[in-house]
Antibody, heavy 121, light 113 residues
Framework: EVRLVESGGGLIQPGGSVRLSCEVSGFSVSRNFVSWVRQAPGKGLEWVSV???????YYADSVKGRFTISEDNSENTVYLQMNSLRVEDTALYYC???????????????WGQGTLVTVSS | DIVMTQSPDSLAVSLGERATINCKSSQSVLYSANNKNYLAWYQQKPGQPPKNLIYWASTRESGVPDRFSGSGSGTDFTLTISNLQAEDVAVYYC?????????FGQGTRLEIK
């Protein structure tokens, strides 16, 4: 059974940092695309970042230079290090399998339940 | 970036009737080399993560009822829900995975009339 479980969210002050975790079971993160997708309260979906084979990484322009995606293959876990946080980064952060642009794995077929990040003073 | 625009923003349909949601991309998401449209549809119910319904514009995910169908090519796509059921109340999103960054439509809220 495929499962993705996010953790690490909370209340963070503007300019602060937090690291989100996405613990995966049922597939190997080293052989799949794993993305972070966020949803601000009452708003739509926004793709944030993807990591895949050999550690290739891509980011949305809105987070480039501030967020870093990484993976630990031994723990089958994907991380999102979020620095220089802004109020507009407040959202429910989902991890999902997929996000491979121009590939057979571009759609997101499995999602976690999300972890809430609130950036506020 | 490819902009995905859905219409309408919301709609109300009677039980048993058909709901139609449109999605238009600012540029084609059809890859000519394999004749595939890099377009997916999702359903999101309150308090739940999105659920993938359709990929390649018209291929249903395993377990998705055949009441849900996707059509279209190039820049214009449609999600059709036939014989609307109460459990279909949700927000629906289209998504392109043709080019980076991946982008979603703004969502269409479906309610029961």
């Amino acid at each position: 059974e495929v499962r993705l479980v996010e953790s690490g969210g909370g209340l963070i002050q503007p300019g602060g940092s937090v690291r989100l975790s996405c613990e995966v079971s049922g597939f190997s993160v080293s052989r799949n695309f794993v993305s972070w997708v966020r949803q601000a309260p009452g708003k739509g979906l926004e793709w944030v970042s993807v990591i895949y084979t050999a550690g290739t990484k891509y980011y949305a322009d809105s987070v480039k230079g501030r967020f870093t995606i990484s993976e630990d293959n031994s723990e089958n876990t994907v991380y999102l290090q979020m620095n220089s946080l802004r109020v507009e980064d407040t959202a429910l952060y989902y991890c999902a399998r997929g996000g491979g642009v121009a590939s057979n794995l571009g759609n997101f077929d499995y999602w976690g339940q999300g972890t809430l990040v609130t950036v506020s003073s | 970036d490819i902009v995905m625009t859905q219409s309408p923003d919301s709609l109300a349909v009677s039980l048993g009737e058909r709901a139609t949601i449109n999605c238009k991309s600012s540029q084609s998401v059809l890859y000519s080399a394999n004749n595939k449209n890099y377009l997916a549809w999702y359903q999101q119910k309150p308090g739940q993560p999105p659920k993938n319904l359709i990929y390649w514009a018209s291929t249903r995910e395993s377990g998705v009822p055949d009441r849900f169908s996707g059509s279209g090519s190039g820049t214009d796509f449609t999600l059709t829900i036939s014989n609307l059921q109460a459990e279909d109340v949700a927000v629906y999103y289209c998504q392109q995975y043709y080019s980076s960054p991946i982008t979603f439509g703004q969502g269409t809220r479906l309610e029961i009339k």
